[in-house]
């Protein structure tokens, strides 16, 4: 889940490096260093974010044409200054980033000690970075050749990239599980986590595959495999613009995010859509319809708030297509020895495209035989190449750690997909699906209207900043809705909260509630609608504090909830695209009035590409 970033040229490093530091950020801040060939080999990492690090460095000569740069999660080794990136070898002459983590790295640092090797971190990237030294030491090959045979040797997921002292004119990269990202600019090269560091310079890059390891130069890019056969690299043309990776005038990214999704689900819409003439076009999608009409079941897996966008559209799909959904946690699913038939069509659901339980759960999936559908925001992910088919939410680059605009794309993609399959098996008349999909259609300026209600969300965040829990409920579609509020205030603000079934509160949960505990209950008009009310009357006779988001023009719980937060009305299908909004904002809101980094939560990375 850590951030890496390396150039090669004929700028200056160091400038380029940071930069690319700061726009990776998100996916780790415990640590950060670079490592540039200026007179020798010059490592510098401190603890603590990026700033800290720059602030060090103020006054030195980091004059280099050549640099590697790394912001840290910390996996093994707690965050400190000997466990920060880059690692040097033994020798000094080699230095290392890595995002990733070696499972073996025990047996293989045992046999360093043995031969006399020092370790001056806990990391397993120091042990992979001496073990590539020996390697090269006692054969006498060259760099490119130890890598080749270290990672022969290794287990686990890994990108890393290492610099030679006695090789100024050389990067060595090489991945697996992890992404990879290279620039192709005129005589210099970008390398990095992913496209946001490179698109100031470049709109060229190459996404480097599972098994490959590049030889960088300033005018020359070879990819090899471990076979050391050569790779024709596939060069592709970013689409991204530097302005979606930039505040744009807001306080947080979280905020602008939030802000966005008017017109991120209108992009996502776009073009495969139209309510005029009842259509829906979904290329990547079309090519295997067949196979999902004709699915026994569908298994959706994910992880996070993308696994509560699966479970939403479990009910959307069950309603509209009359096939059986089951929603999988991805880090469950691949290690239960699950039943998966040939046919079978898993949809895998993740913002980054890098999730690496996701990505393992369909690799095996599909050497069962199951079909696999990607819905994924990066273009380019590894998700997204292993996928027989799918979708792209095309909701621009998410920089905040807790995700907001991803979830509503994914709903409005998964939602898309279900209607054109309820369409084709005729398990959806023509009048219910124009009226959806005018629906969806209004989604956009729906959501424009709740966020006018920035200010009275905010008030309420001022009201109940000090909780020290929350409850969340909702039922139907709603429930995961509530679930989804829960984890972002978890998230953003530190305070203990739990989703649950508004149903299920009587079972256990309402032990909890007294003077002190607010409840927010999502409690818009749909067939549970009364009995959520009952509830809300429930959790009023102990005392609780209620915040009740409702529909526009309904009564029902004036009276009962002590705060409430009115969105348009939609149909119950539609409706949770436009019901997150408040809890996402509530939770923004909460955690800015505690004080806290919203942007980047402690302990939490964008991206989780390590178990």
Known sequence: MCGIVAYIGHKEAYPVILKGLKRLEYRGYDSAGVALLNNGLKVYKKKGKVADLEETLVGKDLHSNIGIGHTRWATHGEPSDRNAHPHRSQSGKLAMIH????????????????????????????????????????????????VRIA????????????????????????????????????????LASDASPIIEYTKEVVYVNDYELAIIKADELVLKNLGNEKVTPFITKLDMELAAIEKGGYDHFMLKEIFEQPHTIFDCLRGRMDATVGSI??????????????????????????????????????????IPVEVEYASEFRYRNPIVHKGDVIIAISQSGETADTLVAIESAKEKGAIILGVVNVVGSSIARTSH?????????????????????????????????????????????????????????????????????????????????????????????????????KEISYIHAE????????????????????????????????????????????????????????ESAKGLADDIITVPFADELIAPMINVIPMQLLAYHIGVAKGLDVDKPRNLAKSVTVE
């Open 99 to 146: 995002n990733g983590i070696i499972e073996n790295y025990a047996s293989i640092k045992q046999e360093l000690v043995n031969k006399g090797y020092h370790f001056t971190s806990d990391t397993d990237t120091e042990v992979l970075l001496n073990f590539i030294e020996d390697i090269r030491i006692n054969n006498g090959c060259p760099l490119e050749e130890a």
């Open 151 to 190: 990672l022969k040797r290794v287990v686990g997921a890994y990108v890393i990239v290492l610099m030679d002292e006695d090789d100024p004119e050389t990067l060595i990269a090489a991945r697996k599980g992890s992404p990879l990202v290279i620039g192709i600019g005129k005589g210099e090269h970008f």
């Open 281 to 322: 076009t979904m290329s990547g999608i079309q090519q295997y319809a067949d196979q999902l009409v004709n699915a026994n079941r569908i298994i959706m897996i994910a992880c996070g708030t993308s696994w509560h966008a699966g479970l939403v559209a479990e009910y959307i799909f069950e309603e509209l297509t009359r």
């Open 389 to 489: 088919g799918g979708a792209y939410t095309h909701a621009g680059p998410e920089i905040g750690v807790a995700s907001t605009k991803a979830f509503t794309a994914q709903l409005a993609v998964l939602t898309m997909i279900a209607l054109k399959i309820g369409q084709m098996k005729g398990t959806i008349d023509d009048k219910r699906f124009m009226h959806l999909l005018n629906e969806l259609n209004d989604v956009p300026e729906k959501v424009s209207l709740v966020l006018q209600q920035d200010e009275q969300l905010k008030a309420i965040a001022e009201k109940y900043k000090d909780a020290s829990d929350f409850l969340y409920l909702g039922r139907g579609y709603n429930f995961p809705v509530a679930l989804e509020g829960a984890l972002k205030l």
């Open 499 to 554: 989703g649950y079934p508004a149903a299920e509160m009587k079972h256990g949960p309402i032990a909890l509630v007294d003077e002190k505990l607010p409840v927010v209950f999502v409690a818009t008009k749909d067939a549970y609608h009364e009995k959520v009310i009952s509830n809300m009357q429930e959790i009023k006779a102990r005392k609780g504090k209620v915040i009740a988001v409702v529909s526009e023009g309904d």
